[in-house]
C-alpha cells in the first residue's frame, strides 16, 4: 500500500510539468531513473532559490544528480539534513558513495531543524518607489503591488528564496530570521504547496510571454488580494528617485564583488570595488 502511495505521488511529481522543464527530457528516462528523480525532489525544500547552480530551480538539480552524477550536497538551504536523505537514496544502488557535507549556508544553523536558519523577506514600505522589479524575481508569487505604488510580501507565502533582493534598485528588501518547529510530515506538505505554488508561477508566466496582446509586466496573481492596501502613491523628486537608484545599484555591484572576493582573492575585482565604494561615497 505504502508503495502505492509513494509510486502515484511520483508519478503525478514528474507529468503535466511547466513548459520550463520540457528540456529536462524527463518523460524519455527510463522509469527507474524518473522514480529516484521524483524522490530525490520530494526531499528538495522547494524554494527555487536556485543556490545549488540550477536557477530554474530544484527540480532541475534532482535531475542533474541522477543524470549527470552531480554532487548532492548543494541544497543550501536544505542543509545536512537533505544533503544525507539524498544521499540515501543514492546510496541505494551504489555502497561506495562518499557521504558528504552540506553546502554551508551564510545563516547560521537552527539547533533543531539542522537545516540554516530560515528567513523571510520584509519590504521596507516606506522606502519602496513602486518599480514592480521584485514581483517577476518571486518563485511563488508572495510579492504584492501595482506600479507606483509600494509593494508588500505576504510573509506566510514567502519562502527566503532571497531573489527578490538583487533586483530591488533602491535595497528597501530586508531578510528577517524566524524561528519554527516543523513535523516531517508538515514539511513534506509544505514542500509539495511550494512545488505547486512555483509551477502555478511558471505557468502564469508563459501564459503571458506567449500572449502578444497582453503588454503589462508580470504580476503576482495574489496582487487582488492586496488592491486595497497598495494604494498610498509616493511622492518622491526625479533628482532624488535617480541618486536613490544610482547609490542601490552601486551597493548591490559592491555586495556581489565583496562576496566574490571573500571567495578568492582578485587584485583587478579588488581595485573595482575600491573605485565603486569612491563612487558611493561621493554620492
Ligand atoms: S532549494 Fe535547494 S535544490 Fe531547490 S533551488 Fe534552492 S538550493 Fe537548489
Ligand atoms: S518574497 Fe522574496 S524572498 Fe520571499 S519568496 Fe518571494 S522572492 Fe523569495
Ligand atoms: S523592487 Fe524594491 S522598490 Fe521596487 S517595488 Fe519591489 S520593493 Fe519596491
Request: a negative charge; hydrophobic letters at 35%; proline letters at 6%.
Amino acid at each position: 500500500m505504502q508503495s502505492n502511495i509513494s509510486n502515484n505521488s511520483n508519478f503525478i511529481r514528474l507529468t503535466n510539468l511547466p513548459i520550463l522543464f520540457d528540456s529536462l527530457d524527463i518523460e524519455r528516462l527510463p522509469a527507474a531513473t524518473q522514480a529516484k528523480i521524483a524522490r530525490i525532489d520530494a526531499c528538495l525544500p522547494q524554494t527555487q532559490c536556485g543556490l545549488c547552480d540550477h536557477a530554474d530551480g530544484c527540480l532541475p538539480y534532482a535531475v542533474a544528480i541522477v543524470i549527470d552524477s552531480e554532487p548532492y550536497n548543494k541544497c543550501v538551504p536544505g542543509g545536512q539534513p537533505v544533503t544525507d536523505a539524498i544521499a540515501q537514496i543514492i546510496n541505494q544502488d551504489s555502497s561506495d558513495t562518499q557521504p558528504l557535507n552540506a553546502e554551508p549556508s551564510k545563516w547560521p544553523i537552527d539547533a533543531s531543524s539542522q537545516r540554516p536558519v530560515e528567513v523571510r523577506a520584509v519590504i521596507r514600505e516606506d522606502d519602496c518607489i513602486g518599480c514592480t522589479k521584485c514581483i517577476p524575481a518571486c518563485p511563488v508569487d508572495a510579492i504584492v503591488g501595482t506600479g507606483k505604488h509600494m509593494h508588500t510580501i505576504f510573509t506566510d507565502l514567502c519562502t527566503g528564496c532571497e531573489l527578490c533582493i538583487a533586483p530591488c534598485p533602491v535595497d528597501c528588501i530586508d531578510l528577517v530570521t524566524i524561528e519554527r518547529t516543523l513535523s516531517t510530515a508538515e514539511r513534506t506538505l509544505e514542500q509539495e504547496d511550494l512545488r505547486q505554488r512555483y509551477h502555478t508561477h511558471l505557468r502564469r508566466v508563459s501564459k503571458q510571454l506567449a500572449d502578444s496582446s497582453n503588454s503589462k509586466p508580470v504580476v503576482s496573481m495574489v496582487e487582488a488580494k492586496l488592491n486595497n492596501a497598495a494604494s498610498q502613491s509616493l511622492n518622491i523628486s526625479e533628482e532624488q528617485a535617480k541618486n536613490t537608484i544610482a547609490a542601490a545599484k552601486l551597493r548591490s555591484k559592491i555586495k556581489k564583488l565583496e562576496k566574490q572576493l571573500s571567495v578568492r582573492p582578485n587584485e583587478s575585482k579588488q581595485l573595482e570595488l575600491e573605485e565603486l565604494q569612491a563612487k558611493l561615497a561621493q554620492l
